[in-house]
T-cell receptor, first 111, second 117 residues
Framework: GEDVEQSLFLSVREGDSSVINCTYTDSSSTYLYWYKQEPGAGLQLLTYIFSNMDMKQDQRLTVLLNKKDKHLSLRIADTQTGDSAIYFCAERTGGSYIPTFGRGTSLIVHP | EAQVTQNPRYLITVTGKKLTVTCSQNMNHEYMSWYRQDPGLGLRQIYYSMNVEVTDKGDVPEGYKVSRKEKRNFPLILESPSPNQTSLYFC????????????????FGQGTRLTVV
């Protein structure tokens, strides 16, 4: 069945780069997403990538997709304390609008 | 402003007392869904709805009911709450058929923290 896996925690020092990894099992995934959940809030879409792309860059965020290995990563350059949050990886096939979410990675940024 | 609104934000109740958490979206979305979020378990889908009067079970539907009588509303009903339903609940919606499927961002409500004692 479909599954999205992420590690639960990542701790980085302020100013360093953070890399959050995700693997998925559904080879027919068409859209892959990263959502951010700040403390006390709901999830908000951070960025997404189509499965026919290898990379997408948006300011400090870089998304890399290795479709062969079904591996998605989110790199945050110059990580700030305001980036501390839970980051969820999600995938969806083109024929469905039901996303499958990973368990979320808690990013902790310390001085 | 496009949004998903859940009420209440916080709720403490006793075992067995029926409760309803409301969810409303103003984006003409076809699809709505309920999730619960628990430490170490991430988001788990409870129920979802593809359209009015069309609902289906997610991964953890036991102890919950939903209804979709109108497109904008998707209430979550706990007929007889139990302490293991203490959790953080999120409603989400996505997909406006008139605008096409596209990347179909899911919009989430702010969450309802439920405690059952």
């Amino acid at each position: 069945g479909e599954d999205v896996e992420q590690s639960l925690f990542l701790s980085v020092r302020e100013g360093d780069s953070s890399v959050i990894n995700c693997t998925y099992t559904d080879s027919s995934s068409t859209y892959l997403y990263w959502y951010k959940q700040e403390p006390g809030a709901g999830l908000q879409l951070l960025t997404y990538i189509f499965s026919n792309m290898d990379m997408k860059q948006d300011q400090r965020l870089t998304v890399l997709l290795n479709k062969k290995d079904k591996h998605l990563s989110l790199r945050i350059a110059d990580t700030q304390t305001g980036d501390s949050a839970i980051y969820f990886c999600a995938e969806r096939t083109g024929g469905s609008y039901i996303p499958t979410f990973g368990r979320g990675t808690s990013l902790i940024v310390h001085p | 402003e496009a949004q998903v609104t859940q009420n209440p934000r916080y709720l403490i109740t006793v075992t067995g007392k029926k409760l309803t958490v409301t969810c409303s979206q103003n984006m003409n979305h076809e699809y709505m869904s309920w999730y619960r979020q628990d430490p170490g378990l991430g988001l788990r889908q409870i129920y979802y709805s593809m359209n009015v009067e069309v609902t289906d079970k997610g991964d953890v539907p036991e102890g919950y009911k939903v209804s979709r009588k109108e497109k904008r509303n998707f209430p979550l009903i706990l007929e007889s709450p139990s302490p293991n339903q203490t959790s953080l609940y999120f409603c989400a919606s996505s997909f406006d058929r008139l605008r096409g499927q596209g990347a179909t961002e899911a919009f989430f409500g702010q969450g309802t923290r439920l405690t059952v004692v």
